[in-house]
């Protein structure tokens, strides 16, 4: 068996080297189709659009009406799934697209739902009113398996994509933070390396230990680090040496 290949607990074969892009295509999106067991229409999936972000172990977390059709029924049937693809194909068949397969569950716990506020109110600032006015809850998606094709003919089960977060809580927003207040200008540079809109100014929202997430109007972006990042000395580094580069670095070669 070729050494890309492994075989996976359930004995399908897998790419090891579709882990890493799956979880890059998550996490440069940030809206799929939520697809739920219709309780009015038993028997028919029911998909909507929602948006998203990752929460500290890399999962899906969104926030959803208790009104919303989709509410309704995962609190019958908590199993669903989320579709990404990258945006604005030209050809959907020929680019990236992800199926996370999943169980959902609402967030109970006051820390936790305070946790998951801080991180999708920088994602998503519109949020926060919609949230306190009205009857929205914290749900996060736990993966059971993944389905990703990346491009014709390329198409894997992925038993494990997500990966946790090592900055997530204070260490991230205080990184964001000084970046925002004091490092404008570097940011805007990332915006100019990565080709991205400059028309308005950028903001820092989330930092992983594989990338940045930039807030420009109402999109986000995912920008990849050169290499992996396992602490806040080596996070700097990066965004040091890119706030200096005249091009974005090529990915070094790291495992998924």
Not at 104 to 109: G, N, P
Request: glycine share 6%; proline share 6%.
């Amino acid at each position: 068996m070729p050494a890309a290949y492994r075989v996976s607990a359930r004995g399908f074969e897998v790419s090891e080297n579709a882990v890493r892009p799956a979880r890059e295509l998550l996490l440069k999106e940030y809206r799929g189709v939520l697809s739920t067991h219709s309780k009015s229409m038993p028997g028919f999936p029911f998909g909507s659009v929602v948006p998203y972000c990752l929460d500290a172990e890399g999962r899906p977390l969104i926030l959803i009406s208790r009104i919303a059709q989709h509410t309704h029924n995962l609190s019958k049937d908590a199993k669903c799934s989320l579709l990404v693809g990258e945006r604005e194909a030209q050809d959907v068949q020929a680019v990236g697209r992800l199926t996370v397969m999943a169980e959902a569950r609402k967030l109970q716990d006051p820390a936790n739902i305070e946790a998951a506020a801080l991180r999708y109110y920088r994602y998503f600032p519109d949020a926060a009113d919609y949230h306190q006015a009205h009857d929205f809850d914290f749900w996060v998606l736990e993966p059971v398996r993944h389905r990703y094709i990346g491009g014709f003919g390329a198409i894997h089960w992925l038993d494990q994509v997500t990966l946790a977060n090592p900055f997530a809580g204070k260490v991230e927003s205080g990184m964001i933070e000084h970046m925002n207040s004091d490092h404008a200008a570097a940011i805007a540079h990332y915006v100019q390396l990565a080709e991205l809109p400059s028309h308005i100014p950028a903001q820092l929202v989330g930092i992983d230990s594989e990338g940045m997430h930039l807030r420009i109007g109402q999109a986000i972006h995912w920008l990849a680090f050169p290499s992996r990042c396992n602490t806040p000395t080596q996070v700097r580094e990066a965004l040091v040496l890119l706030a200096r580069a005249d091009h974005w670095p090529v990915l070094s070669e790291i495992p998924a």
